[in-house]
């Protein structure tokens, strides 16, 4: 893997607060990010808000206010939400950064220039929620499916991008991995697109009242989509981040609803502009809550401030991310939060760790002056922990955050039957079956840095000072 990484995810809309679908791919965002950190590689954390179009516009209208107001009260709470969850971006932009705006219409314009961009009268289902066109077929009881909401027929002359001109040599590079799409069925579905009419599209709509203008017809505006794509490759505008994007490996974080414009679209724009694709594209499971799609109608939305006040940074940081595999959908049950807690955090990590700290304590076990390795005697653990070890580094590498925290959770039962097994508080000499619980704890507080980044200070500081301290009350 190259040392540079550009690690990205999809840019939030700014109609509504977060909510802990946003939080979930961030989160897994920050993970990674910390994860190759500690492994000597540069990495570039891109996050931020998508702040243009119509969605945008007719909420602001509908609560009075302007587009730049709505935009700039929420784009904050995507970044206060994100400092709760102890989320460290490197950058987070804003499509209404004047910078993003002027770097947009330089890539519009040099579409152009390349012959991609074509006129078209047009005539269409328009889609607000989605910001896109839909197709009849699309349609159920001729309503948006995801919104519930009649399309608007449109019709109107729009500039079109000759999107079918680039499907081969993009659907070529999925199939040969030049452009990576994980995991598996995310990229047996996006070569099932292709399969399927995929058509020019419009990268312009006739004047939207809150978007950029398109530099070459001021009657048009950029599409949103076109907009907020490439906030990838503007980033921060600064010379580091090009060299990011130019040399380094680019990895794209999303879910399966924005596939299409990601793996389809985006290469496809990227190949008419002459300009390099990303390296990887991981598509996460799209979740549900308590068995429904989250929606304001029907109240369920989770606003992961509310965890964090509940069980704590950490404890929500562990949370959402052990629901179920990263790669796939799943259902995410509120009342399991608490048993969970309670189970993991509270009963498995945290007695652990005071049960270890009690013991060392107890007998007077100190760990080696001067922070040298703790010893470990036992075969069995050394294998147990190094076998973790690794299979969690495999894990991590293939994004498999939910199956690394599988593995130290099962090394912490390991060590729980260690204990019981050796009775350390009935034997003459404790100080091995100590010593190798001592190595075992430091160890787990390596792996779950990432995941838990104070947790894993707390515990390495306790070790050291040999004071226990909750680390996970009960709830
Ligand atoms: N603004 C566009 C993205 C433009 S990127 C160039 C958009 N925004 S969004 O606010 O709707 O966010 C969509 C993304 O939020 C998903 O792709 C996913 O990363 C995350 N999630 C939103 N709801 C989710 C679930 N229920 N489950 C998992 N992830 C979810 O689309």
Same mark, same amino acid.
Do not use: H
């Given at each position: 893997m190259e040392k540079r990484i550009l690690i990205t995810t999809p840019i939030y809309y700014v109609n509504d607060k977060p909510h802990i679908g946003h939080a979930y791919t961030t989160l897994a965002a920050d993970v990674l990010t910390r994860f190759f950190r500690a492994q000597k590689k540069e990495v570039f954390f891109l996050t931020g808000t998508d702040e243009h179009g119509a969605k945008i516009a007719e909420t602001a209208k509908a609560l009075r206010i302007t587009p730049k107001e709505l935009c700039d009260k929420n784009s904050e709470l995507f970044k206060e939400a994100w400092k709760n969850l102890n989320i460290k971006y490197d950058y987070f932009i804003r499509t209404t950064d004047k910078r993003h705006e002027e770097a947009v219409k330089k890539f519009v314009e040099r579409l152009k220039e390349k012959g991609a961009i074509y006129e078209k009268e047009y005539a269409g289902l328009y889609c607000t929620g989605c910001e896109k066109f839909l197709t009849e077929k699309e349609l159920t009881d001729g309503l948006c499916p995801d919104h519930k909401t009649k399309p608007e027929k449109v019709s109107e002359k729009n500039y079109f991008f000759k999107l079918r001109d680039y499907l081969k040599e993009v659907e070529n590079l999925i199939k040969n991995n030049k452009l990576k799409i994980g995991p598996e069925n995310a990229k047996k579905e996006t070569l099932g697109l292709f399969k399927q009419s995929l058509d020019d599209f419009s990268i312009s709509r006739q004047k939207v009242a809150w978007g950029i203008d398109l530099p070459f017809d001021k009657n048009q505006t950029v599409y949103v989509w076109v907009d907020a794509l490439l906030n990838y490759y503007t980033g921060d505008g600064s010379k580091k981040f090009e060299r990011y994007w130019e040399k380094g490996q680019v990895i794209h974080l999303l879910a399966k609803d924005i596939l299409k414009f990601h793996a389809i679209y985006w290469p496809a724009m990227l190949l008419a502009a002459d300009k390099k694709l990303p390296s990887k594209e991981f598509i996460h499971g799209f979740f549900t809550i308590n068995g429904q799609k989250m929606s304001k109608t029907l109240g369920n939305i989770i606003d992961p401030n509310d965890l964090v006040d509940k069980f704590g940074v950490e404890a929500t940081r562990y949370l959402l991310l052990s629901q179920f595999p990263f790669g796939q959908d799943g259902d995410v049950q509120e009342n399991r939060f608490i048993e969970k807690y309670n189970a993991?955090? %509270?009963?498995g990590l945290g007695n652990l760790v005071a049960r270890v700290l009690t013991l060392a304590t107890k007998f007077k076990i100190?760990?080696? %002056?001067?922070g040298q390795k703790l010893k470990v005697s036992d075969k069995n653990i050394k294998n147990k922990v190094s076998e973790t070890q690794k299979n969690c580094e495999k894990d991590m590498e293939g994004f498999k955050l939910y199956e690394v925290l599988e593995e130290v959770w099962k090394l912490i039962g390991f060590c729980d039957g260690y204990i019981e097994q050796e009775k350390p508080w009935k034997n003459p000499k404790p100080e091995k079956a100590i010593n190798n619980l001592l190595y075992c704890i430091s160890e787990i507080a390596n792996l779950i840095t990432p995941f838990l980044p104070e947790t894993s200070e707390k515990i390495k500081n306790q070790i050291k000072s040999q004071k226990t301290g909750i680390l996970f009350p009960r709830i």
């Open positions: 993991d955090l %509270a009963n100190n760990p080696p %002056a001067g």
